[in-house]
């Protein structure tokens, strides 16, 4: 008998024995999933979620049935903050071992910075770490820049300085420049941007125990991207594309921000703080600024940016704005085309009056719980203001999907990487 777990795919029924819509059985070698004609891939994940939770640690796929995303889904349902690893894939002539590779790379990078602790994730060291992980993958074609502490006042950066003052730990913004062109005067094909609240307690808005328990996920939209341009890279992606991490921890001290100030930002925009909870926009106006500053035609970011996203499309998809509607449907058609499931939310330029201020030029939300009604569209208004050419060319992730609270039959508690392979998809295709 071999001493490995096997696991087949087969499109013949389970055995009666095992019950009626049985979709996993098991014989002496391992397991045996049984195909049906719906949902194929998600109850392909779901099996290996199940076999995963009867403490199974290691797996051999086998069989000719399986293919890259059949392999790449059970990988996806089998792993967990506690095992990233444990699944061996098959090598038939409907996989691409190599493809299988490059996506576990850039998706246990993902994950162990999304699932790790605020203690070993905080701002400074996660620029570092993900500055050194795309270096890693090309050295020769990427530099960069970590500005931090007071240093991003003397760069204008107002937003990202003033939700990470109230921690110890400095905030940080990382600007990254893949260039593999060789030529330092190439234009910038895309640039991306990705929320980096490495913890987030909801400063003087402070956020109930239970809802702040997961907040080290909060850099989820930071970790997205970054792996999202390592897959790139991976895939032979050739344009300059610039990386813009907004790094920090949103806390309460005698120095942190609070209800009722007011930031200019680089753009003179002026912005009231009516909820130190909604933070992420505050960050993601100085990195879309410093986007727009690289003059390139495509802007991505991606971020864990609002409860109301939740509540609209659920943990199942990733939301999807933009005033550029063909980017917005070109994208959600990217997202489907790498099996992560995304949907658009109505945003239009109109949804920048939605939060006023009566000392500002805008609030950064509603003083209503949650933002009030269309938090997630208002949100990505707040983020309009600060993208250039009338938000053509720019589209925002709000990434419900990116992180489970607990583990489902689908997923285990932690990171999923959903989004991961749509902003890879999309800088191949549009950058």
């Known amino acids: ?37 719906q949902e194929t891939l998600k109850n392909i994940q779901k099996a ?68 790790g602790t605020a203690d070993d994730v905080f701002p400074e060291s996660l620029a570092e770490k993900a500055a050194e992980f795309i270096q890693s993958l090309a050295p020769e074609h990427v530099s960069y820049q970590i500005i931090k502490g007071d240093a991003l006042l003397e760069h204008q950066w107002v937003g990202i300085h003033a939700v990470g003052r109230g921690s110890d730990r400095k905030p940080a913004l990382l ?29 003087y808005s402070i956020k109930p125990s239970e809802g ?52 200019t930002y680089k753009n003179g925009t002026t912005v009231e703080i009516v909820n130190t909870d909604a933070e992420g926009r505050l960050v993601l106006a100085d990195g879309l600024m410093a986007a727009g500053e690289t003059g390139a035609p495509l802007i991505i970011d991606a971020a864990t940016l609002t409860g109301a996203a ?30 992560e499931a995304a949907w658009p939310l109505p945003l239009e330029k109109w949804h920048q009056q939605q939060c006023p201020s009566a000392y500002a030029d805008t609030a950064n939300s509603r003083a209503q719980k949650g933002g009030g009604f269309g938090g997630a569209s208002n949100a990505a208004g707040f983020l309009s203001r600060f993208v250039p050419n009338e938000g053509q060319g720019w589209v925002h992730i709000d990434l419900a999907g990116c992180f489970q609270d607990s583990a489902g039959a689908q997923w285990a508690a932690g990171a999923t990487t959903m989004g991961m392979r749509t902003v890879a998809r999309t800088l191949l295709e549009k950058a």
Not at 215 to 243: H, N, P, Q
């Open 48 to 115: 290996g979620r199940a076999i995963a939770a009867q403490g199974i640690k290691a797996v051999q796929l086998a069989g000719d049935a399986w293919c890259t995303e059949s392999q790449w889904a059970f990988y996806q349902g089998f792993v967990s903050p506690k095992q990233l690893s444990g699944v061996s894939f098959v090598e038939n002539a409907q996989s691409d071992l190599a493809e299988l590779a490059q996506l576990q790379q850039a998706a246990t990078w993902a994950r162990t910075m999304i699932n």
């Open 212 to 263: 702040m328990l997961g907040m080290k996920c909060d850099m989820g939209g930071a970790a997205t991207v970054t792996a999202g341009l390592a897959l790139a890279i991976s895939r032979g992606i050739d344009k300059r594309i610039k990386l813009f991490l907004c790094c920090a921890e949103n806390l309460i001290s005698g120095g942190a921000y609070k209800l009722g100030d007011i930031l």
């Open 310 to 339: 939740l509540m609209a499309v659920g943990t199942q998809y990733n939301a999807l704005f933009g005033l550029d509607k063909a980017l917005v449907r070109d994208v959600q058609q990217f997202a489907e085309d790498e099996f």
């Open 175 to 203: 600007m990254l420049d893949y260039n593999p062109t060789g030529d330092a005067t190439a234009p910038v094909a895309a640039a991306l941007v990705g929320k980096g609240i490495t913890f987030d307690s909801g400063g």
């Open 1 to 37: 008998m071999s001493q490995s777990f096997i696991v087949r795919l087969t499109e013949q029924a389970a055995a009666a024995h095992w019950g009626q819509n049985t979709q996993l059985s098991f014989d002496q070698s391992g397991a045996l999933i049984h195909l049906t004609e």
